[in-house]
């Protein structure tokens, strides 16, 4: 469709704008909640455990972008071409691209592609990626977001084609409780919940909510621990947050890395080495190790302890879509 004017209701006809040109915009973010509600005000969409994509196309071949602005094409070629075979040539589209683990998501395996800079080698992994797309921002010279999130929807699903490796994010309207108990019955991440009479706007508000089925967000690596017996790499990496523009210790985490992990992040760790701890708190690891804390990774807990500390937390994964001085304490 090259008209998205055609879809829109006349009373939404004013909010549109001509496209500024570009291939990015700034992402929407959502707010972590512990309120769950039904609300026929609200659609509800499955909270995937993959990485943000902004994809764009100004008149030539698509390109992603990572939520921190990196281009990202070289990792997942096979979406750009997908979309290049769209016939579309003026495009902004907000989705995630994900790998599965079973009939899950999972931001371990994906991490394979990620950090890939040679298209070739990404699709020689042999880890397929979907680029689940749940926003439209700008199609054919057209600004859509002044309109509401409903017509967004809308639009999409008409302006485009959904065969893999693109898929449509579906959602349901109003039943966020009973959507949220099957999402944690199916061990989903969770939820994102989202005003459908709402505007797109880049940045975190409340107008996106996200519903945790599982506890885990992303920290900052500021040191680390020698590794004991016949273990490789490192012990435990030590973790943190900003609060207030000072790193605060969150904790340590010595589980879910493989043997390769532990030697190339040691070795990255290595290039970062300081000598003094970046931690704004004191940390109670002698002979700990401290790096520049430039890294990111996600890390999965149970919960916070009343001191402010992960309990069995488990690493997933570096991220390269997120500052570290945007890292903060979710719960």
């Known amino acids: 469709m090259s008209d998205p004017l055609r879809l829109v209701d006349q009373a939404e006809q004013g909010r549109l704008r001509a496209w500024r040109g570009g291939t990015w915009h700034d992402p929407a973010l959502a707010t972590l909640t512990h309120h769950r509600f039904s609300d026929s005000g609200w659609i509800f969409e499955r909270k995937l455990d993959g990485v943000r994509v902004i994809a764009g196309c100004d008149g030539d071949r698509p390109v992603l972008w990572s939520r921190?602005?990196?281009?990202?094409?070289?990792a997942y070629p096979e979406v750009v071409d997908a979309l290049a075979a769209q016939g579309a040539d003026r495009f902004v589209l907000d989705g995630e691209a994900v790998a599965f683990e079973g009939d899950r998501t999972s931001f371990a395996r994906l991490q394979k592609r990620i950090h890939l800079t040679d298209p070739e080698v990404a699709r020689r992994t042999g880890v397929a990626?979907?680029?689940y797309v749940f926003d439209l921002i700008a199609f054919g010279g057209v600004d859509l977001t002044g309109l509401s999130l409903r017509t967004r929807k809308r639009l999409l699903r008409e302006c485009f084609e959904f065969t893999d490796p693109l898929r449509f994010s579906a959602h349901r309207v109003g039943t966020g409780e009973e959507f949220f108990r099957e999402a944690c019955a199916?061990?989903?991440?969770?939820?994102?919940?989202?005003?459908?009479?709402?505007p797109y706007r880049g940045g975190r508000s409340r107008d996106w909510l996200k519903f945790k089925c599982v506890a885990d967000q992303?920290?900052?690596?500021?040191?680390f621990t020698d590794p004991k017996g016949s273990r490789l790499g490192f012990g435990a990496l030590l973790v943190g947050y900003y609060r207030g523009g000072r790193l605060r210790y969150a904790g340590k985490v010595g589980t879910g890395y493989d043997e390769r992990t532990l030697r190339e992040l040691r070795a990255r760790l290595d290039e970062l080495s300081r000598d003094s701890s970046p931690f704004a708190d004191e940390v109670a690891e002698?002979?700990?190790?401290?790096?520049?804390?430039?890294?990111?990774?996600?890390?999965?807990?149970?919960?916070?302890?009343?001191?402010?500390?992960?309990?069995?937390?488990r690493y997933s994964g570096l991220r390269n879509d997120k500052r570290p001085e945007d890292v903060v304490r979710e719960g």
Do not use: C, M
């Open 129 to 131: 990626v979907y680029y």
């Open 68 to 74: 921190n602005r990196k281009r990202v094409d070289a």
């Open 286 to 313: 002698p002979g700990a190790h401290w790096v520049s804390p430039e890294l990111v990774a996600q890390i999965g807990f149970t919960e916070w302890t009343e001191d402010g500390k992960l309990r069995h937390p």
């Open 218 to 223: 992303e920290f900052v690596i500021g040191g």
């Open 186 to 198: 199916r061990g989903w991440e969770g939820l994102i919940a989202k005003r459908a009479d709402r």
